[in-house]
């Protein structure tokens, strides 16, 4: 089942699309759009929408003249290009307005371009836009079979390292609580900030909708066997040697790299492909060292890219925005540990 069908839009939420410029694809996510445990007003949270947009600077450029407001003083002085620059080359390579109102309520809404989703969907430059695009989102509107692709080799990209960091035998909801890990293991806002229960939160309330996600792939899975909710996979080596092949590039040359680090000669920045395929087939044989790389190498992503890209919204959504944003997630985190 594609990502787009789950669930189905609604009139409610694409009625935003009408207000901002045009857009190649918009998706919805977070608590105002599914239920999270311990957070059942729904009404009351605020709604997250990312852009998906052909051109930053062209959209933009439509959207000062649209909604102004939205921006923060320092970003409506720099103006469109510099904006465009600003999501281009830094952080996450996304560009979020926070605390907007819309349509009664608060939104915070994220802009993309479809060239740096696909890049981070295919290879996991940031695992920022592909981390969320791991869990179940609302498109409001129709994508193309390019992105539905892309969409589709993220979701085995997240399954296979998963699996990876994975024992023998476990359960349904255990392979989906560590999906969604991925993208959160080595955020500092994990530390601070964000409700310490937040993934559990997540998966648990929406255990069908994961599972429509994820069923083609794991059905189409030659080295897992699934019985009722327990899942077997097979860990020979061989195995994880081609899960480990089949890992992200970014992942998987952290992962050489780190593993030839004892090297000095000019290859060790850009391995032979017969090279790298010796060094994952040697770690492939340690089970437990072939967990540890997988994770070190998504927390390591992880880690620059929330601090890239929290640092760049608060210089775009300013001070005063950035604080009252922060205080609301500080406030969610306090509550979760509470309770």
């Known amino acids: 089942i594609a990502v787009a069908d ?110 740096r989703l696909k890049e981070d969907l295919l290879h996991w430059q940031s695992l920022y836009s592909s981390g969320r695009l791991q869990k179940p989102v609302k498109f409001l509107c129709s994508i193309s079979d390019q992105i539905q692709s892309c969409l589709d080799t993220n979701l085995k990209h997240a399954l296979n390292a998963s699996l990876l960091c994975l024992p023998e035998k476990f359960s349904v909801e255990d392979l989906f609580m560590q999906i969604t890990r991925l993208s959160y293991d080595g955020d500092f806002r994990m530390i601070i900030g964000e409700n310490k229960n937040k993934v559990s939160n997540i998966v648990k309330p929406n255990i069908e909708l994961f599972r429509k996600l994820y069923y083609s792939h794991l059905i189409n899975d030659k080295f897992i066997h699934i019985d009722k909710d327990i899942i077997i996979q097979d860990l020979n080596p061989e195995t994880r040697f081609a899960r480990l092949r089949q890992l992200p ?91």
């Open 249 to 339: 590039c970014n992942v998987k040359s952290r992962i050489v790299n780190w593993q030839m680090s004892w090297l000095s000669f000019q290859t060790f920045n850009n391995p032979l492909n017969e090279m790298q395929d010796a060094i994952l087939y040697s770690l492939a044989h340690n089970q437990i060292k072939t967990q540890e790389s997988v994770q070190k190498a998504t927390r390591s992503i992880v880690r620059y890219s929330s601090i890239t890209q929290s640092s760049k919204g608060i210089l775009t959504t300013g001070i005063s925005k950035s604080l009252i944003y922060s205080g609301k997630k500080l406030a969610k985190m306090l509550r979760g540990i509470f309770r």
């Open 6 to 115: 789950i669930p189905k839009s609604n009139m409610a939420f694409q009625k935003i699309l009408f207000d901002f410029p045009e857009a190649i694809s918009a998706f919805a996510y977070g608590s105002a759009v599914f239920t999270q445990e311990s957070n059942s007003d729904m009404k009351n949270n605020m709604l997250d929408v990312v852009f998906i947009v052909d051109n930053a600077l062209r959209w933009h450029k439509s959207n000062l003249q649209m909604n102004r407001s939205h921006y923060s003083m320092f970003a409506r002085s720099i103006g469109p290009s510099f904006i465009a620059s600003l999501q281009e080359n830094l952080g996450a390579k996304m560009y979020y307005n926070t605390l907007v109102p819309w349509n009664g309520q608060m939104i915070k809404y994220g802009v993309i371009t479809q060239t």
